[in-house]
């Protein structure tokens, strides 16, 4: 790509000490992108947008926000009733942690259909899954925050997780609430981490961005750019794109925050937490529930059933194991699929396949709110047993033996001049 | 089409099992009766404040809940927001008394007794006892939970409460009812410590609106829906607005980009 001449003698002074202005020209605006990105490609944009809104809010929270037992609860209800449009940023950081996780969920589930993951952006998909596993942290480490029931219970449930580390699990639980309980400590370790992670991801995005504008972004096709035809460039096709779907993305996280800011919590939550009283069901944010089945699909005799190792792994151990498991197996997906095509477009049967994983996720999903006995916990069960065989076995298979449709000769061949996909950019 | 279709499925698929988990709590309660739906001035998407039933909600709220449940929350002035004259709000906070805090020699007792002195708009509304075991002590062993966030801290809350305070009934024969309790089909375990709190005729209304059981169920609800989101009004009023600019805003950012594709095409 060619170095663009500034007519601005400032932009000009600057851009020779400090080339911003052409970087920026180079990533943002003539950034070239394929023709044919559909609208499933505005998650990644927009959840870097929620980013910014959750980190602004954030900012504007910790000032009025006490990170002690005794002062915490109310200091979050003093921010919803004396400060001024407190409710506001509240309610926008509450409601925005939820469209985050929509953002990155349908992005991932993207990732997954459109075989974005697969060879040259390997590193790509992996940087993703690590900002992922950073928002799940910083989710959960806000949720304690405003020290109500389920912050409380849910910091106790999910803090005895690490007792089952081999030898220091005692000492990490401990290190984690700096005494021997959930209790003031804790909660002001989880204040300054809950601010030191975003800056995390922050730095990840743009390494995932890096690693983006090094291959550039897949397709719906799945096949690679091949000349000048099948790309346009970022601005003003995606910009204008990205904007409106910006709009409606608006629409929906505004609704929730105006409408509904509640929807997505528990009420238990607006009772100040207690350590005397726990509550009949402990449940935790509705984007940790699929891992929260898992985590309780393994069952107490687990050991038992499958003879392996039983002093080194009780079953205690083995439902965090899987739990763990089941989001860190994500990270070796560009090799757990043998396909060399990538999108489900031209792939029969992974194509049902996808479906029926994100069919299964949402079912865990559905059973991780539910208490785990009975059937719950049977389809629980199954759903997590299919959740690996999805991605242990079948992906590795399917990509073996799989019969896939014939690709096009090109993206502008396909999506061009009447093509059956010409709809595809539109 | 076929992708039309399954993006719809998905879609569909995404709000299922949202509204699955939204109600499983509910569910899981177990035997729980479900709380009918009222109706409230304060749903949708033009909810507001009928400032007439919240003055009868406090009303019935200071006369008879007041006497075992606090609002802690609260501060005599939200009663000036909520639709209360000044005059009437410091007349109300001077009636409390609050903690003089000390006295010119340093001491806040005298002689062990607290000095104190009435209370003002700026205070925040006195709670029925000084701490959570003298609570116990007077409701045999009962606490009396706060009410600032009773509708957001309930599945349901406004319907629940309302459900709750006019549910009262015998306890059905062969139901085993401990001590000091009294029954309820609403409330988790059918049993809870309060005694039915409303009676007709409870409270008499300075409007004139006749104090039956189910009107002063609504009228408290209503006053505690409030108490729990005094911003309600204001925020759907400010979302109604917000909408309307964004659905113009995005249809404009719509038709931007259809331009802006249509040269390549």
Redesign the interface.
């Known amino acids: 790509m060619s170095t663009p001449t500034w007519k601005n003698p400032i932009v000009q002074w600057v851009d020779h000490r400090l080339p911003i202005v052409t970087f920026l020209d180079h990533a943002i605006v003539k950034y070239p992108t394929p023709r044919n990105l559909n609208y499933w490609w505005n998650f990644g944009s927009l959840a870097g947008v929620i980013l910014v809104v959750m980190i602004g809010t954030g900012i504007m929270l910790a000032m009025n926000y006490v990170p002690h037992t005794s002062m915490a609860f109310d200091s979050v209800e003093r921010i919803m009733r004396d400060i001024n449009y407190g409710w506001l940023i509240r309610y926008l950081h509450v409601n925005g942690g939820s469209m985050f996780f929509i953002c990155v969920y349908i992005h991932i589930f993207r990732g997954m259909y459109y075989g974005s993951y697969k060879e040259p952006r390997e590193l790509l998909w992996i940087i993703g899954i690590f900002i992922f596993l950073a928002m799940m942290a910083t989710a959960f480490l806000g949720y304690v925050l405003p020290w109500g029931q389920m912050s409380f219970w849910g910091a106790t449930v999910i803090t005895n997780l690490f007792s089952v580390v081999p030898f220091f699990g005692e000492a990490i639980v401990q290190w984690l609430w700096g005494g021997f309980s959930v209790d003031n400590p804790t909660l002001n370790k989880f204040f300054s981490f809950h601010y030191l992670l975003p800056f995390i991801i922050f730095a990840l995005v743009f390494i995932h961005l890096w690693a983006l504008h090094t291959h550039k972004s897949s397709n719906p096709l799945g096949i690679e750019v091949q000349g000048d035809e099948d790309e346009i460039p970022f601005h003003p096709y995606y910009t204008a794109k990205d904007a409106y779907g910006f709009g409606v993305f608006l629409i929906v996280f505004l609704g929730f925050t105006f409408f509904a800011p509640n929807f997505f919590g528990e009420p238990d939550n607006y009772i100040e937490a207690n350590p005397l009283v726990t509550p009949t069901h402990i449940v935790p944010e509705w984007y940790f529930l699929p891992f929260y089945a898992i985590l309780r699909a393994v069952p107490d005799n687990f050991v038992d059933i499958w003879g392996i190792l039983p002093v080194i792994i009780p079953a205690k151990t083995a439902g965090v194991i899987a739990m763990f498991a089941s989001i860190l197996v994500l990270l070796v997906l560009p090799w757990l699929d043998t396909s060399k095509v990538r999108s489900a477009k031209f792939r029969p049967t992974y194509f049902w396949l996808f479906w029926l994983f994100f069919i299964d996720t949402i079912i865990l999903g559905y059973i991780g709110a539910k208490p785990a006995e009975g059937t719950f916990l049977l389809i629980g069960r199954l759903a997590t047993a299919y959740y690996f065989l999805h991605l242990v076995i079948f992906m590795p298979l399917v990509g073996k033996y799989e019969k896939t449709k014939p690709l096009p000769d090109s993206i502008s061949a396909a999506v061009t001049a009447g093509g059956s996909d010409a709809k595809e950019g539109s | 089409m076929f992708k039309k279709i399954?993006i719809v499925a998905?879609v569909t698929?995404?709000g299922?099992?949202?509204t699955?988990?939204?109600s499983?709590?509910v569910q899981?309660?177990g035997d729980v009766a479900h709380p009918a739906s009222q109706e409230w001035t304060t749903d949708g998407?033009f909810g507001f404040f009928d400032r007439k039933q919240l003055k009868r909600g406090w009303q019935v709220y200071s006369e008879i809940c007041a006497s075992c449940h606090s609002v802690r929350?609260l501060f005599y002035r939200?009663l000036q927001e909520m639709g209360l004259a000044a005059e009437e709000v410091k007349k109300i906070a001077a009636e409390a008394e609050v903690a003089a805090g000390p006295n010119e020699d340093g001491e806040t007792h005298n002689d062990g007794e607290l000095i104190v002195r009435p209370g003002k708009a700026f205070d925040k509304i006195v709670s029925p006892y000084p701490n959570d075991l003298a609570a116990r002590a007077a409701n045999a062993g009962a606490l009396p939970?706060d009410l600032?966030?009773m509708t957001?801290?309930?599945?349901n809350?406004a319907n629940y409460l309302h459900a709750l305070l006019t549910g009262y009934k015998d306890a059905p024969s062969g139901f085993k009812m401990s001590e000091d309790m009294n029954y309820n089909p609403y409330f988790?375990g059918s049993q809870i410590a309060m005694g039915e709190p409303l009676s007709d005729e409870g409270v008499e209304y300075a409007d004139g609106t006749k104090a039956t059981v189910d009107q002063m169920a609504k009228d408290v609800t209503a006053f505690l829906i409030w108490a729990?989101e005094?911003?309600l009004e204001d925020?759907?009023r400010?979302?109604v607005k917000?909408?309307l600019f964004?659905?113009i805003?995005?249809a404009l950012?719509?038709a931007?980009?259809r331009q802006?594709?249509a040269k390549?095409?």
Do not use: C, D, Q
């Open positions: 399954l998905f698929m995404l299922a099992g949202i699955g988990i939204k499983s709590p899981a309660a998407l929350l939200n939970p600032s966030l957001k801290a309930r599945v809350g988790p729990a005094p911003e925020r759907k400010m979302g917000v909408m964004l659905i805003f995005t950012l719509y931007v980009k802006v594709w390549l095409h």
